[in-house]
DNA sequence: CGCTAAATAGTACGTGTGTACTAAATTAGT
DNA sequence: ACTAATTTAGTACACACGTACTATTTAGCG
């Protein structure tokens, strides 16, 4: 029978210690990776002591999962605020949240916290589910965008180049985040997305989609 | 004082011995991920001792190396071995290489293994340079193939096109892969990225590259 | 004040970890 | 067949881990 506790954070005192709790897994995470996360490493950067890290997480599952929400919700604020500044037209509001997020990935945080969350996600349910969630919410405003520069598109294939669109963007992370090797070629890298990524929502057809190819690769 | 042994797998004993040991690494790193693997289980998964285990491999670092270089170098044999029978056309080359690249993403092995490795590159050095040597042997086919098709672009530019085309196909990887949500998919986003990438390689221009642009993000 | 609940610290237990060490078994060469 | 090198197994130790539990301190409120 688990002993059961409150910890919710109520008072301002609560909520102060939980913050501290979440800046120090959220450093540990970042500087060390997750492997070396635990919650002794926590309280000591916390700078309380295990029993109370307890007291608000009893269990090291319950911090990841708080952990990860709160990580996430800081990078979804900022993106949120820039959707509401978001222009009518949709090259330029393409424009922007192509060179938000490139020039995001030189972030420190950004650039290890992601990566983590990717192989976690590969083990972790919980992170799986998050990070579909994360990244259906950045396709809506690309998916807005696109639409109206290709009308032709079907929903379904709308879906799929913001998806593109999203996913090849993640994927400078490892190249030209902070303290990578190509970090100071960020706003050129950022440059050559846009261009790229508005003449292929323009000019991309259902038939470039739609076509077969024989592989003649093997999946294990 | 350490205590040196050899291990070095002279005798075929010992090589096959090795290949159990790298093998059921490799599956617990891939089904378990980097904090769940240990030489305790490396050892049960491979059938030997612990001791056995260090007689191979004294401490984890020397099996992680190993384990990395192994994982890595079977990936590049398959590359080599696309490189081989490339075509001279550059469209064609390239069509072939992205084809090759984005659907080995759907590979179980390579969708689970390669988000381990980049975030273990964030905290591990040696994890950092072999990535780094990885990607730039996958770049060189890719600018051959850019510079063919596009002669105006300097050779910084040729490189970042490559860069960009590279990292945009690993980004799909967490979307795409075996067993992502998108995996159905994985066909048509190989589509979406030859048509986009050898739109955008035939004609980027040096001004699209190089144009500064305001930001408005704050780096933390 | 006094009292109740929230917050914090401290301790302890069982388990898993990396790795050092020793000894037995196996293999290979002469 | 003997011998030396290689390979294997087994044991042990110090430490870090997650977590359960208890006791103490602090804060809020009548």
């Known amino acids: 029978m688990r002993n059961i506790r409150k910890g919710t954070g109520e008072s301002r005192r609560g909520k102060e210690t ?4 979440l800046n120090s897994a959220k450093t540990i ?11 002794r490493k926590v309280a000591v950067g916390a700078q309380i002591s295990v029993g109370n890290l307890q007291y608000y997480y009893p269990s090291k599952n319950d911090l990841l999962k708080d ?4 990580s996430i919700d800081e ?3 900022e993106f949120e605020r820039l959707r509401l500044g978001a222009n009518n037209d949709p090259e330029l509001h393409l424009r922007s949240i192509i060179n938000f997020i490139v020039l995001d990935l030189g972030n420190p945080t950004t650039t290890t916290f992601y990566p983590e969350l990717w192989a ?8 799986d589910k998050l990070m579909d969630e994360v990244y259906a919410r950045v396709r809506i405003p690309l998916e807005d965008c696109i639409k109206q520069l290709n009308p032709a598109l079907s929903v379904e294939q709308v879906q799929k180049v913001a998806l ?5 963007m993640e994927g400078m992370t490892m190249f030209v985040g902070h303290g990578k090797v190509w970090n100071d070629s960020i706003q050129q890298m950022a440059n050559i997305a846009t261009m790229s ?9 259902s038939e470039d989609i739609e076509k ?3 592989t003649g690769s093997s999946h294990n």
Chains 1, 2 share one sequence.
Not at 18 to 21: A, N, P
Not at 67 to 70: F, K, Q, S, T
Not at 197 to 205: D, P, Q, S, V, Y
């Open 18 to 21: 939980i913050l501290l709790i």
């Open 164 to 168: 593109f669109i999203s996913s090849s």
């Open 197 to 205: 990524f508005l003449a292929m929502a323009r000019n991309i057809t």
């Open 67 to 70: 952990l990860l929400d709160h």
């Open 212 to 214: 077969e190819i024989q």
């Open 29 to 39: 995470l970042i500087e060390q990776g997750y492997s070396k996360l635990s919650m």
């Open 120 to 127: 976690l996600a590969n083990h972790d349910e919980y992170a």
């Open 75 to 77: 990078f979804m604020d």
